[in-house]
Each structure stands twice: as C-alpha cells, then as structure tokens.
C-alpha cells in the first residue's frame, strides 16, 4: 500500500504524510544516573575478514575491535565513557580521532583533528572522558581520511538507554551501509572526481550488519523497537515498512511524537528509532529501501510466538530530549548557502593551532563550498576562519540553503538543531543533527549556543564534505 506512491525518484515528495492523528507526546526527560564508568578501548587496526554479505575473499577492514567489525556501545544516562583510541594502523600518516556523532560533549572530546586535537600518528593513543548527556542512538567515527576509514568500515554505534517510557517488547539494532568492492574483490576508490562531484561514489555490495539479506527472528503480535542507522559514506535510504504498521519515536536520538511510518528518507549518519507492531506468528515484515530502482530489503523480520498485545497500535512515546528549548524572540537569523565551488572563492587560512602539523588530511580536489568558501584543500597548513561566530547562550537561526542539484546531509557538531521550517518538505516538528537538504530546499533551524568551542559544520556524504563543504562555527 505504501509502496507505489513514494518510491525512488519522488524528488520532492514529502516524507512526512500522517495517516491519523498524532501519537502521544513524548515523557517527561530522562533523570541521568550517575555512579557508573565504562571503560572501552577502541583498538583500530586493519583486520582482513570475509563479510557475511560478500562471502569471497576476506576484505582489509579497518575496524575497532577483532571482536566485531562493528562495536555497539550501550550506556546508561548519567554514565560516564572512558574511551582509549589506539591507533594500530601501519600506513604512515594514517591518523585518527574518533567524533561522537550526536552526542553533544565537550568541545575538547569533540574528536576533530586540527580543530580539538592533536591527530593521533600510527602507534599512538589518545583518551576521551565524558558523560553523555542525551538518550538515544548515536555513533562514532573518525574524522580524518574519513572517506576511506569509514569506506573499510572504521566505526561504531553508541547507544544511550533509559528513554523508554513503557518498555517495549523486543528490539534490533540495524546498522545500513555498502561496501566498495570491485570485481577483483578488493575495495575499489573511496573518492572519486566523478562521485565527489556529483551525488558520491556508491557501494557495490549493500548490507544490514554485514549481512546481504538480513533476518531476524522477533515476537509475535508486540511492539518492536528497531534502532536504524544509516552508516553509510554516501547513499540515501527511503526507508518503508511492509507487512506491519510503523511509526517513527525518534530522529538522530531525540523523542518525537510517535507518528506513522510512510517512508522516511535518510540521508548518510542520519538515524530514526521506529516501533513495529508485528504480525502473527509465522508472518514476517519487511523493511525496503525505495529509493533504488529495484527495492532492496533492509531486513526481514519473521514473528514467533503467541501475540503479547492487543488493542490497537498505539506506540509508546520515549522521553523527551534534554536538549535546551530555543527561544525564538529576538533570535538572530544566519544564512549558509550549499554549493558548488563555481561559485567559490578561495579563502586564505589564517589559524595555526597545532604548529608543525601540515595536513588538514583532505583530498586535493575541491568541488563544494558553504557561503564561498571551501575548507583548504591548498596547501593543507592551517585552519580557515570560521563560517560565524556566535555568542554563548543565545539561540540562532540557521537558514540552510541548497542551491545545488545535489542532496547534500548537513550535520552540525555539538548541538541538536530545532526544526522549524522547510520550502521543500512536510517535515514534524523534530530535533536532529543531520538534516537532508533536498536540491533547492531552505530549511530552517534553531538551537542554542550553550557550549563554547569551534564546531565543525558539513556535508556528511563524506565525499562532499572531503572535498570542500566544510566548515566551523565559533561559539564563544
Ligand atoms: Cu559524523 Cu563531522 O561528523
Ligand atoms: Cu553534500
């Protein structure tokens, strides 16, 4: 029924079309518990394994752990992440840092290199310590050479717990993403003029976990929560649900009013919590991408069981975010134009903060730009200007425009913006701190400035990003 209307192609379809009244809002925030400590190591190396979704030869990844090519962390609110990075990678100048994508930490733990820390070389270490202070589903990856890193699969997914309000009755964690495998079975390019000039250099093997036609076993008749997260570099899932009745409690971790699933488009790092309720036992539900021509199944969910709920559905809203309300009196507005560098200049870098280090770790070419400007991607020396400087403690408006033909994910370090209005999209009220800018779309945004720092501010299909559509904001 969802299918035909909102498939691939549908450019400008809104995503956004309830088909009954809202759900209930959101609970009350969650209360943080503190007392406990969870020590990790993240432990990159390359660790060549053959992928459940490409039974060939083993690929070189580069992962964090020889445990799982994809580490899930799972926390408490109020607990407190100690995280070791050991880079164990051997090429020289193959250096890391690890952002927490969506989790809004201190500046200093904000894993940037350049920006908030020292890079860290082949055989060294570097130590992050922060509570986290939002629920919901996060993640975390390197943002250096992301193109590549990411491509051979360095990445993990951090989830904070405690904003259900009614406990559900199961749940998945389901992690999207492609590998660039050619046909000799190794990767191919992770970067490539045409891809990073037009909508990326896409994957040729899809998977879900690692797995090309992912299956899951899940109650019969309840409420499943299904955690999903597109981790890709590049491609843009419209994702649907078949054979069950959905709706989205969450986008990037923060609670919304529970409204039904038609299809919901996510852009690269973007994330949506959903709650299915299941069929009767023996049936199965599918999650599909609609955005390709051919379908593809994200998973397939098959029910067991004797029926745990009843009456209708009627998903249990999660806890409201704890992220600060903006207040929109006197806000001042700031406008951020996407596109490409035709309409770039290129600005002269005038920070130095780390002397002595001589790359921004970014790729020669430069095809997009933010207002003009395009990160360096001469010389490599030192840090441009930032994009603006904000005063700690108001709220803004961001006003994201795309003049470009390209989708472009923006994500915002630090901080979880407001969604207030879009000329190309019926979007509910929401946070997020990735939005899909659709080809031509103005999207407006609004947050506080509450933490001090520089915070990165970019396209996150990272070919993009890597080549120009990057930038900072200064909040002091
Ligand atoms: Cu997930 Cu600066 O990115
Ligand atoms: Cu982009």
Redesign the pocket.
Known sequence: VLAAACGAGALLAAPFRPARAEGRPPGAPAEPRPGRTVDLVLDAAERPQALPCFAGKPLPLWTFSADTALPIVRLGLGDRLRTRLVNGLTRPGEHLAI?W??LRVPIAQDG?PYISQRPVEPGGTCDYDFVPPDTGSF???T?CN?VEQLGRGLAGLLIVEGDETEPYDGELVLAVRDWRIGEDGGFLPFLTDTGAGNAGSFGTVRSTNGEAAARFEVPAGADVRIRLYNVDPTRILEVGVEGAEAAVVAIDGHAVVPFPLATWRMGT?MRIDLVLRTPADGASVRLIDWRVAEPWTIATLVARGAPKRRGAFDPAPLRASRVPEPDLRGAETLRFEFASTAAAAAVAATDERFPGIDDLCLSDRTFWSINKTTWPADGHHALPPPLAVLRRGATYVFELSNISKQFHPI?F?GFAWRFLSSDRQELPPHLA??VLLVPREKRRVAFVADAPGDW?F?C?LIEH?ETGM?GYVRVV
């Open positions: 952002h994508h969506g940037v993640f975390f990856h943002h992301t790092a994500h370090h701190d990735t990165m970019h996150h990003q990057m």
